[in-house]
């Protein structure tokens, strides 16, 4: 998993708290995703993003959650106002070119909600 | 809906046995790919697989893809330890969509 970098790899906030998870893609890589994993689950996608656009949100919840790929920085998951069923672990990928391409994972950020 | 469905959820097998994994789908995929995910870290691609009926090697794992582009299997020969993780299959469909499957998730006991 050398190369995506996501940080912090925990993170603990109070319901109603902001949660901000920061990913950095692989050198060269344009194409973001974003997905959530529940304890012995799949992934779910959540979000796709190329450098400051939103390709495709149609996993993300309308409501409190937001992504964003700058031209410069990492990409942010933002989730505003947590709740306790937020609580899971966030997975960032990337690649080089779209969907069809191989993604290459960070470690997650598991995210815990008291 | 689960568009990729995996079985079995779990399992737990001895060292040395063989064992095949299953993607399932009503759809077609223009692409398919297997992941392991270890406990506390990231999946990491193992194969991808393009062409119907394609079959995919790679040391005691053995990758096919379904003729009609609809299904997968992953087959390891003498499981070891090390190959206990999270299985997760995942494919691009006809519309430019990705989905992850549902995960089939292996202990192998020494």
Known sequence: ???????????VRRRGQEARLRCSPMKG???????RQLPEEGLKFMVYLQ????????????ERFSAEFPKEGPSILRIQQVVRGDSAAYFCASSPDGWAQPQHFGDGTRLSIL | TQLLEQ???FLSIQEGENLTV???SSSV??????Y??????GPVLLVTVVTGGEVKKLKRLTFQFGDARKDSSLHITAAQPGDTGLYLCAGEDTGNQFYFGTGTSLTVIP
């Open chain 1, 1 to 11: 998993n050398a190369g995506v970098m996501q940080n912090p790899r925990h993170l």
């Open chain 2, 22 to 24: 299953y993607c399932n």
């Open chain 2, 29 to 34: 995929f223009s692409s398919l790919q297997w």
């Open chain 1, 51 to 62: 450098k400051e656009n939103i390709i495709d949100e149609s996993g993300m919840p309308k």
């Open chain 1, 29 to 35: 890589h344009s194409h973001v995703y974003w997905y």
């Open chain 2, 7 to 9: 079985s079995p959820q």
């Open chain 2, 36 to 41: 392991r995910q270890e406990p506390g870290e």
